[in-house]
């Protein structure tokens, strides 16, 4: 290989690494960019005009950690599940709730870090309470102590007869705009006997899915109920 030809292949490969090495930061990039606005809790540094997701997950994943998996549902994919509200851009905040976490003392918790951000300057209309399954129960359970008509609180695979029962006494006091998604094949179903018409209810919205795959809906970032869920928070 004379001199000529090995300054052009020296040059090919250089170009190759180069470019190589900007795909790869901007993959880096976009990682990092997209982890920050992940949090287990509200973030220090608080910005007003953003968007922010509380995501409360189902109860497999608090008995058997972020990698859960139902041998009837198969894996709860957690982690994608988060990062779904992520790359819109909201800033996130959820966690793997320890095995003992009791649904009435769990939501004193997100009840106190949604003061937080509304002390910061946040506006209540900026922030909703996604939770599935168990924690739909935590969600409502927030709507009932907040007493924010303008927060926003969505439930997935909630309704069911147990539900009912639990928050009858306490369902006129719910506070807040619903928005109620369940799966037509699932055991929990409709929420309006509870959710709609409230006297402190600013608004009710229910979705119904017909996947056919139960309560396992709730388990991965569907678009049937993540794009829905995503342009209800939008409308916000």
């Not at 003061?115 to 129960?137: R, W």
């Not at 009912?164 to 369902?171: G, T």
């Amino acid at each position: 290989m004379n001199q000529e030809s090995l300054m052009h292949h020296f040059t090919w490969w250089s170009g190759k690494s180069i470019s190589l090495l900007l795909i790869l930061m901007v993959i880096h990039t976009g990682l990092i960019m997209n982890a920050q606005h992940i949090y287990v809790t509200t973030p220090e540094n608080i910005n007003s005009d953003d968007t922010y997701v509380f995501y409360l997950h189902g109860a497999i994943v608090q008995q058997q950690g972020a990698n859960a998996i139902s041998d009837r549902f198969g894996a709860y994919e957690y982690a994608n599940i988060v990062q779904a509200f992520a790359d819109k851009g909201y800033q996130v905040i959820s966690e793997v709730r320890p095995k003992d976490a009791e649904i009435a003392r769990y939501a004193v918790k997100i009840s106190n870090e949604i003061s937080h951000l509304i002390s910061a300057g946040v506006p209540t209309n900026s922030i909703t309470v996604v939770g599935a399954s168990m924690g739909g129960y935590i969600t409502l359970e927030v709507a009932y102590k907040l007493k924010n008509p303008d927060l926003n609180f969505a439930v997935l695979g909630l309704c069911s007869d147990h539900a009912f029962e639990y928050f009858s006494n306490r369902s006129s006091e719910l506070c807040g705009n619903f928005f109620s998604i369940y799966e037509k094949s699932d055991g929990p179903k409709s929420c309006s006997k509870l959710l709609d018409h409230l006297s402190c209810g600013k608004s009710f919205k229910e979705l119904a899915l017909n996947m056919g795959n139960g309560h396992g809906f709730l388990y991965k970032p569907y678009s049937e109920w993540v794009g829905p869920l995503l342009e209800w928070i939008n409308t916000k």
